[in-house]
C-alpha cells in the first residue's frame, strides 16, 4: 500500500514537472519576487491570431482571392497573388492591412477583410496550469476574474504535504520574461489573508511544494 502511494505520487510530480519545465525553457529568463503581480485587466475584445486559427479571407469584388486558409505552425499563411504573410501575433485587423498594403501591387485600392473562423489556439493559450502538490493537477481554461483561490480550489486543493505557504505563481510578461510570485496558501485557506489570492491571467502557472519532513 505504501509503495502505491508513493508511485501515485511520483505520477504526480512527473507530470507538474514536465509543465513547469516546459514553461521555463520557453521564457528568456526568470526571476522570484515577493512584490504582488501588477493588476492587468485582461482585454478579450482583441484576439491575437494564433498557429491553427482558421481565418476567412474576404477581398472586396474579388472573389478568387478571397478565400479561407488554415494559420500553419510557423505562423505564416498562404494567398494568392501575396504568397505567404505573417499572420501569427497580429489581429484580424492588422493582417488586413498587411495584405491590403502586399495586394496594392495587383489592385487598385484593394478593400481586404480578415475574419477569425475558428480561433483554435485561444483555448490553449489561454489556459492556466497548477502542479505540485495539489490533489489533482490541472489545466483549465482561464476565465475573466478568476484568482489563484478559484484555481487551486478546481485542482481539489492542497495534499496533505503541501506546504501551502511556498507556492508560487509563475507569470510570463510580454518580453518573455518569467517572475515567480510568492502565494501564502496557508494564510489564504485558514487565517483570510488574501493579500496573495491575486486575479489570474492567461497562461499562468501555480505550483505548490512538498514540506519537508
Known amino acids: 500500500m505504501f509503495f502505491d502511494q508513493q508511485e501515485v505520487k511520483a505520477r504526480r510530480y512527473y507530470f507538474g514537472s514536465l509543465v513547469l519545465a516546459f514553461y521555463l525553457l520557453a521564457s528568456c529568463s526568470s526571476s522570484i519576487s515577493t512584490v504582488p503581480p501588477e493588476a492587468i485587466v485582461y482585454d478579450d475584445t482583441v484576439y491575437t491570431i494564433g498557429a491553427g486559427d482558421q481565418l476567412r479571407i474576404d477581398v472586396w469584388k474579388s472573389p478568387e482571392l478571397s478565400t479561407e486558409v488554415p494559420v500553419r505552425p510557423d505562423g505564416m499563411i498562404t494567398l494568392p497573388l501575396v504568397g505567404d504573410i505573417q499572420a501569427r501575433g497580429l489581429t484580424a485587423e492588422d493582417l488586413g492591412d498587411s495584405i491590403t498594403v502586399k495586394l496594392s501591387d495587383y489592385i487598385r485600392t484593394p478593400q481586404v477583410t480578415v475574419i477569425v473562423a475558428n480561433p483554435a489556439s485561444a483555448e490553449f493559450e489561454l489556459r492556466v496550469r497548477v502542479t505540485g502538490a ?13 484568482t489563484v483561490l478559484d484555481v487551486v480550489l478546481a485542482a481539489g486543493g492542497t495534499t496533505i504535504y503541501a506546504a501551502q505557504n511556498n507556492a508560487l505563481l509563475y507569470r510570463k510578461n510580454a518580453e518573455g520574461i518569467v517572475t515567480a510570485y510568492t502565494v501564502r496558501l496557508k494564510d489564504i485557506f485558514e487565517r483570510g489573508k488574501l493579500e496573495t489570492n491575486y486575479a489570474i491571467q492567461p497562461s499562468d502557472i501555480i505550483t505548490v511544494p512538498e514540506r519537508n519532513f
Not at 495539489?134 to 478568476?146: A, L
Open 134 to 146: 495539489v490533489n489533482q493537477p490541472t489545466s483549465i481554461p482561464y476565465n475573466k476574474g478568476m
